[in-house]
């Protein structure tokens, strides 16, 4: 019983281990973090995404002192992906086709500096495809995005409330998704 049980955990640990390894996290600021947070889970090969907050300097801030303070941090969501269903590429592409990247004041009717549109890289592939699809945006459209590109640093999740808002407050949600005008926008910009 012992020898079953201690080859049991050994392969319970390398199937773990080799699982973990194709696990890739992704992080993208786009105004609500709600909405981000709903285009996202929709998508083959996500596993996860949590709203939260990246790009200050504070430590564990709060949504009010992202909001109204002065903390540098951007609404962001993490995107925790299976590399062998989907690349970052491709989430960079679900990413520009859910945000306006000319608008240099926010995010559909969300202003302000924390909901400006940030693409988060984690190395220098990511940021060279990063760059790379700016700069084809900015072929097609003949307009300068404005979105950042940061070096990633530290993601802090937000309160709990805001995690599956879009499915804990449906009705809520579809209110204010609609009064942003938000897929009117991206189907001007994008279509």
Known sequence: MKRFLFFFLIILFNFNKLYSENIGKAYFAGGCFWCMEESFEKVNGVLEVL???????????????????????????????????????????????????????????????????????????????????????????????????????????????HQDYYKEKFLNYLIYKKNCKREEILNNIWD
Not at 86 to 96: G, H, P, Q, S, T
Not at 117 to 140: C, G, Q, R
């Open 51 to 161: 709203s939260g907050y990246s790009g200050g300097r504070t430590t564990n801030p709060t949504y009010k002192e992202v909001i109204y303070g002065d903390t540098g941090h951007f609404e962001t969501i993490e995107i925790r992906y299976n590399k062998d269903q989907i690349k970052f590429n491709d989430l960079l592409e679900v990413f520009w086709k859910n945000i306006d990247p000319f608008d240099p004041t926010g995010q559909f009717c969300d202003k302000g500096f924390s909901y400006r549109s940030v693409a988060f890289y984690n190395s220098k592939f990511e940021k060279n495809l990063i760059d790379t699809s700016i700069s084809k945006i900015e072929k097609k459209f003949k307009k300068k995005v404005v979105t950042f590109v940061k070096k990633f640093d530290k993601f802090y999740e937000a309160e709990n409330y």
